[in-house]
């Protein structure tokens, strides 16, 4: 018997590669529009925080073309939309907390037309205190939870009895998720109060239960679909429910279908973004340069309500060791009201503010001691005995001290700083710097209930395959990963595995796809659907053919079993005539984890996901305006379920990661309103901003994680980190151009105008 | 084919007639929801994402010229006797993937796929017109396709790889286009004029039109603004506006001539200048957009008017009375106001032949290398006669609410030998001479700092800048 073909671990294409290219690819405003469909447009608010006095709609409503105007007294249910704790209305009452807050939905018989209307509304406000940065929010104790500690040792003691401190403080901005695909919903109208909601979310079980409650209705009368999003980034996580919220409510109200597309401007300025961050630390630290103890304040912009900015700020709390053994810890994480948009999910969610800090912390001490920054991280590291985390989790099977001895040999790390070093010598206008940064990154949902995943799998008459999970596709080539897995059970080529749009009528109560969990759970949920299948067939040619079940061979489209072999085709038809199930779901729930959110401790991540990037970079000291030269990486994914869709998620998390760090910018204005909210003025990396030299390679690692699927390592988030060597990298040149007198900050993100500022500080 | 006003385009190798409802809709539009052909995404509605990308052939001096432009801002009016293909017109008719289409799929380009019917145009615009495809001209070409996914790896490397495939063969439309006649002219909401005397006269009878060269900046206030404009004339049709003339007197480029028709001849002439250019928007823009449209709408901002002026450009502004020329420095009065009379529109724009010794240069400093608007936009002309400076223009955009020069560092450092002192007073004077902007893109205080330290290059032997295409690592 020939080894049969594998598809776990090859390097194959998007499964939806074909139609990308062809522009076949159907996204939500892509699909046939039922004649009488409506079309619609919020409106809203123009005050960051004001009581509304009068709300005049009569313009609007009048508006040729509008058929129906809705708002906050015309909700059934709940007035809300948040994931969790109650505090986002679909639209607002008698307050407005933010800029651009929903006040009302127009229904129209065009877009054009809904939202030339919305911009018709008299609203009168008292205008009420807005606080807008977290300075003024720390000021009038506007905070959407006490302030969390996570603590090990004690850090006071060390930093008392320390011969060495450094200290200092660091900002990290928001950044918009941009995805190319705004948000956008399609509700149609069915019979029984039935509604159907085609959602561009990362979570339809969220928007489904969502739209139920707003409605008055039981979920099981509401169904929402995605086949796919032009992107998400945690932006479709918890966000999409306002749009699909909105959509439904017009659709149940007039009987017709509804579709709302937020055009660019409402959607940067209505949904979330990342967390801007400003944290402190004070850290002491031997002659080697290791840190013996380290306080850390993180305290965070939140927006306007809760979202799931407590679980994003704890996340930030367990990734400010990133990949240090640190001793004695405490970390005060403070979490902020403020009247923006509610702060959100976004790749990292949280981890990279938290790693920030801790980065900084490492090139501040190489500073101070006048050591490569390189030689105190890895002085630094998680190690066999110095194991365990602020949060009690012990670290295993750490590749980290091993990946990154590799990669400073790939990248001839050593060399390359000593030559800048000395090309810095001869140039007075120009400065380069060179950075290695690690990235470990904890997976799975620190809030462990959501680590459960249900798949459905069918296997039809004629052999094939339809397969459904509860996962979203946002691009990130989930859809491939889990077909190859089922390919593989059943011995087929991928082809002959169907992807379905997730539905929440077929697996239910799903998880976010977020959290870089989506093969992880929904694999491991197809691949014992798949297996339960198999079990049957196996049975099934087992009480025909008299043999073991270690005798039967599923491989190249065939089963091979002593004295015959047929097609899968033909052992599918047996099976429907034999009158077996050729149905199973599967469902997967991540074993061995745990989390005290009162203390604090716990062992919430089932593993470590590792990588680590070498960044140079080049910065004018006239101008401030930079450039990243080379980029060499060295990233983890276990052994790869895809290798080529890895090396994607690697580079294009990369990539993102340096648009974050250097020019993406998100801005307010003095009233609270988003001044950034289009790509005129909010931008993020092009082409030309990717490095020639451009290294991306994936860890042979010699650990086998054993409890996931295939031994693979999730890849979702952890590279996005890999970007904080660009920042880092920029660091060092501005040093060089100061003559390393005073650590300056170095706030992100690094534009022209915060180099300058910081080449030019006193 | 009958004469009337419709408009009438080739899609995909299909003559299409269209009369619409609405003159002013977008081609974006027609194509997604008339002709359902929803391979053409709206990311943004303002021409900066690319996801609307499309592939526009006209008839020029006898041939198709092929360019990639951003359908969400283009009027379907402005299409008239073009051909247009889209994304789901790349295939062969066997159903064969395009070379570029090819590439993507097995370098992986595409992952959540939204961006890629844009980034296929781009890539096959390139390919039509057999352009280099080395990484610099790639990432000319793709930088208006924003891609939130990849990191722009996997399509560089596709546009690498794309003329390595079997060439197919490309339907040859010039007969049939060229059987395309007439104009596009609607109602009184979209004229399309075809001589300067139309033009002269549509403005006397409606003042208050909107003239439309490429619409790069006045297709936001349709996409975007969602106004209503009562007349729009469009300028694209008027041949007597569509000239560059290079001669003993210097260059003369008519008003409707696109940045991408020039940048080739300026960065022959003034190096610096083609480096701005070729910053200025993205290859889609440039492809539309028009130097006489960024001059006209008098933003404080745009990239052309600030280095023009410290070449002692002019316009021509006509009108039914005949020509008048001014000095391009003053056409601009304040914000929003220009020195244009009711009933005139720029004509052309007249780039005086500089001394044959004069030194030019001219930065552009912005959050973004590619396709971003300027914080500050620094533009320096002079000669140097034993070691005097002499005949110094000064001029900057970003710094005052029109571009303007810096009158103040100029008589500062005039004569001068550029000397220290002199321009430590003429930075002084840079802080009379301005009040800049203070917004998003920059501060106030850093864009000071910036004029001081372009001001500072500009006289600088041989001045160094990372904003540069010619850059090289190693």
Known sequence: MSESVKNVGQPMEHDSALAHVTGQALYVDDLAEPADMLHLAFGRSTQAHAKILSMDLSKVRDFPGVTAVFCAKDITGKNDVSPMAGDDPLFAEDTVIYHGQALFVVAASSQRIARKAARLASITYQELPAILDIAAARHANSRLEDTQIMSAGNAREAILSASHIVSGCLNTGAQDHFYLEGQIAVAIPGEAQRI?????????????????????????????????????????????????????????????????????????????????????YRAAVDEQGKILGIEMDLASDCGCSTDLSPAINDRAMFHADNAYFLPNITIRSERFRTNKVS??????????????????????????????????????????????????????????????????????????????????????????????????????????????????????RDGSVALNHGGTEMGQGLFIKVAQIVADVFGLPVTAIENSPTTTDKVPNTSATAASSGSDLNGMAAYIAANTIRDRLEELIISKHNCTKDQIVFADGHICFPGGKMTFAELAELAYLSRISLSSTGFYATPDIFYDRKTHKGKPFLYYACGAAVSEVEIDIATGESRVLRVDILHSTGKPLNPAIDLGQIEGGFIQGMGWLTSEEICFDDKGKLTTHAPSTYKIPTAADRPDYFNTALFNSKYEEPKTIGSSKAVGEPPFMLAISVHSALRAAIADARQHKDFTPLNAPATPQNILSELLAK | ???????????????????????????????????????????????????????????????????????????????????????????????????????????????????????????????????????????????????????????????????????????????????????????ERLFAPTTETDLQELLQKYPDAVLWAGGTDAGLWLSKHLQDISSIILLGNIPELDFIRDDESGLHIGATIRYADVIELCADKWPAMGEVMRRIGSTQIRNSGTIGGNIANGSPIGDMAPMLITMDARLNLASAEGIREILLENYFLEYGKQDLRPGEYIHSIFIPKPARDIIFHAWKISKRFDQDISAVLGAFSYERKKGRINNLRIAYGGMAAIPRRAFLAEQALEGTCADDTSIAQACQALIRDFTPLDDMRASAKYREQVAKALLNKAFQDNPVSLATDKYQYE
């Not at chain 2, 899609?11 to 027609?30: A, E, F, K, R």
Request: neutral net charge; aromatic residues 6%; glycine residues 10%.
């Open chain 1, 196 to 280: 159907k909601v085609i959602s561009s979310t990362q979570h339809p079980s969220e928007v489904q239960a969502g739209i139920a409650h707003v409605l008055a209705r039981a979920s099981n009368k509401i169904t929402v679909e995605v086949r796919r999003m032009g992107g998400g980034f945690g932006g479709k996580e918890t966000q999409a429910l306002l749009i699909a919220a909105a959509a439904a409510l017009v659709a149940d109200k007039t009987g017709r279908a509804a579709k709302l597309r937020l055009d660019r401007d409402d959607d940067m300025a209505m949904t979330g973004k990342r967390h801007g961050f400003e944290m402190s």
């Open chain 2, 1 to 187: 084919m009958v004469e009337d006003n419709s408009i009438r385009f080739l899609l995909n190798g299909q003559i299409v007639c269209v009369t619409p409802d609405d003159p002013h809709m977008s081609l974006l539009q027609y194509i997604r929801e008339q002709a359902a052909l929803c391979g053409t995404k709206e990311g943004c509605a303002e021409g900066d994402c690319g996801a609307c990308t499309l592939v526009v052939g006209k008839i020029i001096d006898g041939e198709i010229k092929y360019r990639a432009l951003n359908a969400c801002i283009l009027l379907l009016a402005q299409i008239h006797g073009c051909e247009v293909i889209t994304v789901e017109g790349l295939q062969g008719e066997d159903g064969a993937l395009h070379p570029v289409q090819q590439a993507l799929v097995e370098f992986h380009g595409s992952q959540c796929g939204f961006c890629t019917p844009g980034f296929v145009m781009s890539l096959y615009a390139h390919y039509r017109n057999q352009l280099p495809n080395d990484r610099q001209s790639l990432k000319i070409a793709l930088a208006g396709n924003l891609c939130r996914c990849t990191g722009y790896g996997p399509i560089i490397a596709a546009g690498q790889a794309m003329y390595g495939y079997p060439k197919p063969v490309e339907p040859d439309s010039l007969k049939i286009l060229q059987t395309i006649t007439g104009t596009p002219q609607q109602d």
């Open chain 1, 343 to 460: 702060a959100t999910a976004f790749r990292g969610f949280g981890g990279p503010q938290g790693m920030m800090l801790i980065e900084r912390v490492m090139d501040h001490i190489a500073s101070e001691m006048k050591l490569d920054p390189l030689t105190v991280r890895q002085r630094n590291f998680y190690s066999k005995d110095n194991n365990i985390t602020p949060y009690g989790q012990q670290v295993h099977d750490f590749e980290i001290p091993e990946l990154v001895e590799e990669l400073v040999k790939t990248s001839d790390y050593k060399t390359r700083r000593q030559q800048i070093s000395k090309w810095n010598q001869g140039q007075q206008l120009k400065k380069r710097g060179i950075s290695l940064t690690p990235v470990k990154f904890g997976i799975s949902f620190t809030t462990t209930f959501l680590n459960q995943a249900g798949a459905l799998l069918h296997v039809y």
